[in-house]
DNA sequence: TTGAAAGCGATACCAC
DNA sequence: GTGGTATCGCTTTCAA
């Protein structure tokens, strides 16, 4: 428990210039700089933050906003922004609470305004009104990811060019009976980044003239909820698509082991594209557009510390790449696949 | 911005006052306390946390340590501690870097040093000698969820008991050629608990008599670990056991995908128990011990708050319970099974 | 029941 | 270069 005073008297300097030696602000003599960080270092000393934030303002804190934490997008972001924070020094404070819920409320009213934070990023967020208000006044740095661009720092993959791109590649192999899959039931939950997507997907249906072999099928944005709505649509032969464009993997899975179990044979009998490059992917071949939350997390934390260093610094939206990773979940449709689907009809 | 002072100013008291009736320590007439209550209100006060801690020695923050972010047990834990911590109107301070990295021991040098928390909840860690000295001289209270019981407070289920009652539900079917699925190739990065669950297993193996069916196999503890591994194991019909254990549910469904791929059926040719009941157990309708790791994040959160308020509470190790839920996953070992099993060898 | 004043542990300004 | 000192915003004796 030792003060910068015991660390000063140690040194035989005043608290004064022991802080200067210790922070590296201010002239010190290189004698007494070393004098005192020996002495700093065999006194065991720490200072203690809420001294330092108190006279500086500043907490050496970041705010993390995220839906949820069991959702792989959100995970990677979150380790991604973890492990950039701790190279800094920087503390993660988090708050995950699910959209429109009780504790997200008692989030945004009761601890942003704590003032505890040097600045916040908010994860796969679209901000309801009062939200964002709030943030905004918070008048301290925001940078979103993956989610709703609010006139401040945001980084996030093209999610409609990931999802025309995924929907050309299916139309490119002659697919037409192509189903988007997944994305919140009532429209109105559906996040940001998936309704992107949505978008891209409808764009290129409509840009191929493809438009009436286009559907969406809702789903939760889950494993277990692709699965299921899956089971669904493949079970009927009269109106199964050809292929499918998942609004992520983990729908793309339970996409695949839902034909799997139909005796549906991927990518013979059915197509499945993904966004995201899930872990899971490899083992279920499945092609999809990549993305990396992690390193998003990464230049969330870099493009927040460049606003914090200068708060004049504009903000922007940066666009990660996200590649097509060809794997093995698609192919061209030829005669055997129109052939299987036509004796259905 | 309104500072402490302002309040008073408004309501027409002194700080002293101001803060007595806003904390609620001390005597306060009913009247005034309304009146300061309603001036902080009106000017949106907030107290500034540094300068609380400062003087109190309080944070309102809680550290939180995981290994990583993207294994379901310590996504739900986190997700239950920061429920229970929210709804207490405590912080909660996010470290999580894997076990013997770099990042690890930067947190343990660096961070607990920091004097920033008023408690530790450690998940499933089982710290080196160094980092639980670290965490002991760090003199505030700790508990430890699913993981090592270094004295402190602890919550888990009886992992040992949790595998023994899989591995006997297979047994009471007439299994014996059982395999336990999962845990670090190296032994010695085996998770604490994960290690208890093996040791369980092999408890039942030999009160049975069939130790000599009995065999671990090492996976990594992720879906596509447990699939690779299920692949190799199951690949060779004259070693392919007519049961599995497996360390968790996540290794557990991926050996069943690997078992469908293979075109072994589950039950009939193949029984498979998990643990966890993760959110993916029912699409495979898989037999497991259930266990509820946010449960176990609100139990830490209650036991920690125990110890905060009176340090002089003793540290208990709670058990919460591990029920077996039934599904499909598992079948007797009858005729069928054991011709095919034959036919193989 | 209330108010004045003394810190909590650092930083930063201003003389020296 | 270095040392006194005011200060950050609040809680908490101690008197009144």
New binding site residues.
């Given amino acids: 428990?030792?003060?910068?005073?015991?660390?000063?008297r140690a040194?035989?300097?005043?608290?004064?210039?022991?802080?200067?030696?210790?922070?590296g602000?201010?002239?010190?003599?290189?004698?007494?700089?070393t004098r005192v960080q020996h002495a700093a270092k065999e006194l065991g000393?720490?200072?203690?933050t809420?001294?330092?934030?108190?006279?500086?303002?500043r907490t050496q804190t970041i705010g993390v906003v995220v839906p949820n934490l069991d959702r792989w997008f959100f995970a990677q972001v979150l380790g991604g922004v973890q492990e950039a924070l701790l190279e800094r020094r920087y503390d993660l404070a988090l708050y995950s609470a699910p959209p429109e819920s009780d504790a997200r409320r008692e989030m945004f009213t009761h601890f942003l305004a704590r003032k505890r934070f040097d600045g916040v990023i908010a994860v796969g967020i679209e901000p309801t009104a009062h939200e964002l208000e709030r943030l905004v006044d918070f008048g301290k740095p925001v940078v979103s990811v993956g989610g709703y661009d609010a006139g401040t720092s945001a980084v996030s993959i093209d999610d409609h060019a990931a999802a025309r791109i995924a929907t050309e590649h299916l139309l490119g192999l002659g697919h037409r009976e192509i189903t988007f899959l997944g994305g919140d039931p009532d429209g109105r939950q559906m996040s940001f980044g998936d309704a992107r997507r949505l978008a891209g997907y409808w764009a290129a249906m409509e840009a191929a003239g493809a438009r009436g072999g286009g559907r969406h099928i809702p789903s939760e944005v889950t494993m277990p909820g692709g699965y299921g709505a899956a089971v669904e649509l493949l079970g009927d032969r009269l109106t199964r698509p050809t292929a499918l464009v998942a609004v992520c993997d983990e729908v793309a899975v339970g996409a695949i082991i839902a034909a799997r179990r139909l005796g549906i044979r991927v990518p013979e009998h059915l197509s499945v594209v993904g966004i995201d490059d899930h872990e899971y992917a490899d083992m279920f071949s499945l092609t999809t557009l990549q993305q990396k939350p992690d390193q998003q997390g990464r230049t969330a934390v870099r493009l927040l510390m460049a606003q914090l260093e200068d708060p004049a610094t504009p903000g922007s939206h940066t666009y990660e790449p996200s590649p097509l990773i060809m794997r093995n979940s698609t192919a061209a449709l030829d005669d055997a696949t129109s052939a299987i689907v036509t004796i259905g009809r």
């Fill in positions: 428990m030792a003060g910068i005073a015991d660390v000063a040194a035989g300097v005043s608290k004064a210039t022991a802080s200067r030696a210790l922070t602000a201010g002239y010190v003599s290189e004698a007494t700089r000393y720490v200072p203690t809420s001294a330092v934030s108190l006279v500086t303002g």
